[in-house]
């Protein structure tokens, strides 16, 4: 198996970096790509997380997985990609150097902008050695995702992966045009898209939830027999919920916001979500439900402005599926 000019026999594990381009003051534009064969043949998985510079959560989940051994399969490939955006990832902001969302540029061009070529060097170098691919993103900014594995439902296989995965929410959410997961779809592969936590943070259960849903999913897909470490420390399933339609409960005021709900909580009609206030005293006013459903996000910024994103709720569910 050939994969950036780096030839990986059964049973390796080699590391290269992907070199495309360079920086204004001369620094190498390159990210590190650990590849691992087992000793047969199957299918090849990819791991990738921090696209988005700042979802820390994400690239722990990958570091443990390598770090544990777990990325080491027994038939197929594993090939584990920590860090995508490692610009953003020093910068500790979501984008790309050149200002744009990396998520946004697939599959790219030759010679478009810096994240255009980046993306264009992933789609080359690396998406067409893949089968699978699970990509590990968190909430934007302080927005905390409840773990979830988002995809879309016209592709059955994803489904029935993202059930072995075991978030307790599957969302069905169409490919962003131009994101990573669109175009790897468009060329065939399977991916699932596993939001968890938020930005610049790490999680321990959040943490945890992505590693053994990997582990799941490659276990599942005969890559590798984790039936030992999966009945060790399994983090406990949840009973699931597909959901189809979900909308954000904005704020009606600009002030400080306390969370009055669990994230993952079900919530009725007309329950108290949380409060904002002003700094003085003068007004506290509460965030109603506005339909009965279950909060897969919660904005955890302690001050809010006028129509912020504050809570998410689903809107349409299937609890048995
Ligand atoms: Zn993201």
Not at 287 to 294: K, Q, V
């Amino acid at each position: 198996m050939s994969i950036i000019n780096l030839n990986v026999k059964p049973g390796e594990t080699r590391t290269e970096e992907l070199n495309i381009a360079k920086l204004h003051n001369g620094t190498d534009l390159k990210i590190p790509v650990i590849i691992s064969r087992g000793l047969e043949d199957g299918p090849c998985m990819l791991l990738s997380a921090g696209i988005h510079g700042d979802e820390t959560n994400g690239v722990e989940i990958v570091r443990q997985i390598i770090r544990n051994g777990f990325h080491i399969p027994q038939r197929g490939t594993v090939i584990c990609m920590p860090v995508v955006n490692v610009f953003g990832f020093i910068s500790q902001t979501r984008d790309f150097p050149d200002g744009r969302d990396l998520n946004r540029m697939f599959p790219g061009t030759k010679n478009g902008s810096l994240a255009s070529r980046f993306a264009y060097s992933i789609m080359e170098e690396i998406a067409p050695h893949i089968d699978y691919c699970i990509d590990f993103h968190t909430g934007g900014a302080m927005r905390f995702n409840y773990t979830q594995v988002r995809l879309d439902i016209k592709n059955q296989e994803t489904l029935e992966l993202a059930k072995v995965f075991g978030t307790k929410f599957i969302i069905d959410a169409e490919n962003r045009d131009k994101s990573f997961r669109d175009a790897l779809t468009e060329r065939g592969k399977k991916v699932l898209l596993f939001e968890g936590g938020k930005s610049l943070n790490l999680d321990r259960i959040v943490t945890q939830i992505g590693i053994q849903g990997a582990m799941r999913v490659m276990h599942h897909l005969n890559i590798r027999d984790f039936s030992k470490e999966l009945s060790a420390k399994t983090y406990p399933l949840e009973k699931q919920v597909f959901v189809e339609k979900s909308s954000w409960v904005r704020a009606k005021e600009s002030g400080m916001y306390r969370n009055k709900k669990r994230l993952g909580e079900k919530v009725v009609k007309g329950d108290v979500l949380g409060t904002i206030s002003d700094p003085f005293g003068t007004f506290e006013i509460e965030l109603i439900a506005p339909n009965d459903g279950y909060i897969i996000c919660t904005n955890h910024a302690p001050i809010v402005y006028e129509g912020d994103a504050v809570v998410h709720i689903t809107t349409k569910i299937t609890e048995d599926f």
